[in-house]
T-cell receptor, first 116, second 117 residues
């Protein structure tokens, strides 16, 4: 079956440009997470959606980062006025929301953003 | 303070040998879950194994086992009979809370495993 997909896989932006990164979660998955992974580091949480509701955006590093999931499926992470420190891999993960302690998160392949 | 600590930046092992990747964690929450993920050079995060804080037995999944020592707050990954395809970055991660689906994973910095023939 289809897993989590992300597009584009690679994005090069000039400093100051706006970018939009897309995530298609596994069909039926209620929960959706965005993570940022800097080079040589582990992923760090950015934001969480349950269906269309953004329930936690505590990890967004600045107000230049904005995420949405208007219909409770596809999500877009937008970064305005990109800076060099935004260069990273952006990972999307989805999971069923059944309240079990397990709740494996399935990750997409990521979008590698390079800001010049 | 780091919630997940992986002290081995790199590990080297020969094919068919076993290897242990270390992970210690820090939480005051009595209910938590521990995960190990593999990240090959292609970038995707592949789930390997899960251990719940209340699980009585160590988790096992094929060649992967988790050496869970709750009192020491350690959750080391053991890979038996290493294969060349095991070469990758390995991340230990924790989710705190009693199974709330919206709780994000907290990752360590990872360990790079290199398997040679």
């Amino acid at each position: 079956g289809a897993g989590v997909s992300q597009s584009p896989r690679y994005k090069v932006a000039k400093r100051g440009q706006d970018v939009a990164l897309r995530c298609d979660p596994i069909s039926g998955h209620v929960s959706l997470f965005w993570y940022q992974q800097a080079l040589g580091q582990g992923p760090e949480f950015l934001t969480y959606f349950q269906n269309e509701a953004q329930l936690d955006k505590s990890g967004l590093p600045s107000d230049r980062f904005f995420a949405e999931r208007p219909e409770g499926s596809v999500s877009t992470l937008k970064i305005q006025r990109t800076q060099q420190e935004d260069s990273a891999v952006y990972l999307c993960a989805s999971s069923l929301s059944q309240g079990s302690s397990y709740n494996e998160q399935f990750f997409g392949p990521g979008t590698r953003l390079t800001v010049l | 303070a780091q919630k997940i600590t992986q002290t081995q930046p790199g590990m080297f092992v020969q094919e068919k040998e076993a290897v242990t990747l270390d992970c210690t964690y820090d939480t005051s929450d009595p209910s938590y879950g521990l995960f190990w993920y593999k990240q090959p050079s292609s970038g995707e995060m592949i789930f390997l194994i899960y251990q719940g804080s209340y699980d009585q037995q160590n988790a096992t999944e094929g060649r992967y086992s988790l050496n869970f020592q709750k009192a020491r707050k350690s959750a080391n990954l053991v890979i038996s009979a290493s294969q060349l395809g095991d070469s990758a970055m390995y991340f230990c991660a924790m989710r705190e809370g009693g199974g709330q689906a919206g709780t994000a994973l907290i990752f360590g910095k990872g360990t790079t495993l290199s398997v040679s023939s």
